[in-house]
């Protein structure tokens, strides 16, 4: 789901840009305001749409960069787990759970094993 989210606000956001720019377009050769509001009919003037056409895809370009690398962010921060330096549990939407019931709650899987600094000190104590 989370790494759904930001491909689809970007679609969305690529979306209206298009959209922008069908209604520049349609408005330049068709004469929207002509047509809808019975207003002074104007000139098609090609150029004119070229040229606005390009102001929007600068920032509909930009617009989709910043979004993408600050969903990505987003994404990375939200990947973050909180845990306690004394007790070791883990905060979870306000609550502090142990590891156990964090990682039974999101459905993941874990293993045990010695890092080689406690198999040391275990087998110094033998």
Do not use: N
């Not at 003037?45 to 390009?54: D, G, L, N, P, Q």
């Amino acid at each position: 789901m989370r790494a759904r989210l930001p491909r689809q606000l970007v679609v969305l956001q690529l979306l209206g840009f298009a959209i922008v720019l069908a209604m520049l377009w349609a408005d330049e050769l068709l004469d929207l305001p002509h047509i809808l509001f019975h207003a002074t009919p104007t000139p098609r003037r090609v150029s004119e749409a070229v040229f606005e056409s390009a102001i929007v895809a600068v920032l509909g370009v930009v617009t989709t960069s910043v979004t993408i690398k600050l969903t990505r962010r987003i994404v990375a921060l939200e990947s973050f787990v909180v845990l306690c330096g004394w007790c070791r549990r883990i905060r979870d939407e306000g609550r502090w759970l142990t590891l156990e019931a964090f990682l039974t709650e999101h459905q993941a899987s874990a293993s045990h094993g010695l890092c080689p600094e406690c198999a040391t000190k275990l087998e110094a104590d033998r």
